[in-house]
């Protein structure tokens, strides 16, 4: 077994130990993070390879609450963007060592932001020089993120339901079943994706998702390059109707995330256009009918604002599984460092 598929095997349960820590010990640090949220005339969020795309699914439940919240990717916030006054910046990070967080530490306190963190990491240069950290409280996975992506979108989620006042003390109870269905899906979705032919060594492959599960879907083209090697391409759903659909023609692959309450009926009849003209089309949702695509990997119930924390889950494992399929190493990284701690090149680590 690759260390990549033991690391998605125990992702449910790093994903509840985060869960009920940042509901119980974690709650205080949790309330002061929010706290500066709503003081705050800005608020970002900040991150850089899989935690920018945790901060999506964050960025997507602000904004479901009628916070605007701006998403940055660090390096660009570092050296292309002015940080206005009276500003709260949410900066995610497994490490809290990464150059460009580190970086932006001294340039949001030039501009009197307050830095909230959310890491794994508590002796970490961002951990030290923040206002407020919201601890992860899970293991770190071998080499490609897995759980870290999931508990960073977990805990910054729960952050931006928690500023707007809608953090539910009964989310521990309302996810535990899910979280453990999920555990004991995971051997079953593996087997749907070794026996089907979705996934092909060479294919080109599109992903789709609306809301916060398009978290999952930039998540999965960043798993397919890191684990598989191969490149792949991440769009809103909407947004792939505007054009990019003329990429369409028999054997492109489409990985379409179904959301749990919103477009169903729209995004199934996407994906049945999708396959008339030759597209091989993997639908992940809850209750998605067994014929809607040539793949379909259903999920356990659960509220559908929170589908984001299972359904990136099925992708991790259908990458690990391409990554064979190509004779890859999902388990070693070829150019890129665990840590990124310097700029400019590929071979970043000092």
């Not at 479901?64 to 390096?75: M, Q, T, V």
């Not at 923040?130 to 992860?136: E, G, M, N, R, T």
């Not at 809608?166 to 593996?190: G, M, N, V």
């Amino acid at each position: 077994m690759t260390r990549l598929l033991e690391d998605i095997q125990k992702e449910p349960a790093q994903i509840s130990r985060a869960l009920y820590y940042t509901l119980g010990a974690g709650r205080p640090a949790l309330r002061a993070a929010a706290e500066i949220g709503r003081r705050s005339s800005h608020i970002y969020i900040v991150g850089i390879g899989a935690s920018w795309h945790a901060g999506i699914a964050a960025q997507s439940a602000f904004l479901a609450h009628g916070y605007p919240a701006l998403l940055f990717d660090a390096s660009e916030l570092l050296h292309f963007s002015e940080i206005p006054l009276n500003a709260a910046v949410i900066l995610l990070s497994r490490s809290g060592r990464s150059v460009e967080i580190v970086g932006l530490i001294e340039k949001c306190r030039a501009r009197q932001a307050k830095l909230i963190a959310i890491t794994n990491t508590l002796d970490s240069p961002l951990a030290r020089e923040s206002d407020v950290v919201l601890p992860l409280m899970a293991d770190f996975d071998h080499q490609v993120s897995v759980s870290m992506y999931s508990v960073l979108a977990l805990v910054s989620a729960m952050l931006a339901y928690e500023t707007a006042g809608y953090l539910d003390d009964s989310l521990a109870s309302q996810l535990e079943k899910p979280f453990a269905e999920t555990s004991t899906a995971i051997p079953s979705w593996k087997n749907q994706i070794d026996s089907s032919d979705w996934l092909q060594p060479n294919a080109a492959t599109y992903f789709l998702a609306r809301g916060a599960s398009v978290a999952s879907c930039y998540g999965a083209r960043l798993l397919w390059e890191e684990a598989a090697k191969a490149p792949a391409a991440a769009l809103t759903t909407g947004n792939f109707r505007h054009g990019p659909q003329e990429v369409v023609k028999p054997g492109l692959r489409i990985g379409l995330w179904i959301d749990g309450g919103k477009m169903r009926a729209e995004d199934l009849a996407l994906a049945n256009d999708l396959r008339s003209y030759g597209a091989n089309v993997l639908a992940i949702g809850c209750g998605v009918p067994a014929g809607a695509a040539d793949l379909v990997l259903d999920l356990p119930t659960i509220p559908a604002a929170w589908q984001f924390l299972i359904d990136v889950i099925p992708i991790q494992i259908a990458a690990e599984h391409l990554a064979q399929l190509r004779g890859e190493n999902c388990d070693a990284f070829r150019l890129c460092s665990y840590i990124v701690e310097a700029e400019g090149g590929l071979k970043t680590a000092v």
